[in-house]
């Protein structure tokens, strides 16, 4: 059975557990980590979340809506229906000629 009792006190032991092996594979790979250094890590992941926040927030604004892409398609359909008609009218009245000339 756990030892940890609450829900909160494993995400805390898990949370460090993660922060000590992220410490000590940069210091394996030659980088020194500082104690300020490993406080300032949680602003650093806050910002670069808010900063991929913002970016796919502003990715989002500039794309259509779902009812704005249905209406787009719609016309589009309509449209073709219009060409298509025109094409019909046109070859009835190029038969309606050849016929009309036997």
Do not use: C, F
């Not at 557990?17 to 992220?22: G, K, S």
């Not at 991929?52 to 229906?81: F, H, L, N």
Request: hydrophobic fraction near 45%.
């Amino acid at each position: 059975m756990s030892t940890n009792s609450s829900p909160l006190n494993a995400e805390a032991n898990w949370k460090q557990e993660v922060n000590r092996r992220l410490a000590a594979h940069k210091s394996r790979r030659g980088g020194v980590v500082a104690s300020e250094e490993a406080k300032a890590a949680p602003s650093r992941v806050a910002s670069r979340a808010s900063e991929a926040a913002a970016r796919v927030a502003a990715r989002y604004a500039q794309a259509p809506s779902y009812s704005q892409m249905q209406a787009a398609e719609a016309r589009a359909a309509v449209r073709a229906a219009e060409i298509a008609t025109e094409v019909a009218l046109d070859a009835q009245a190029h038969a309606e000629a050849k016929l009309a000339g036997l």
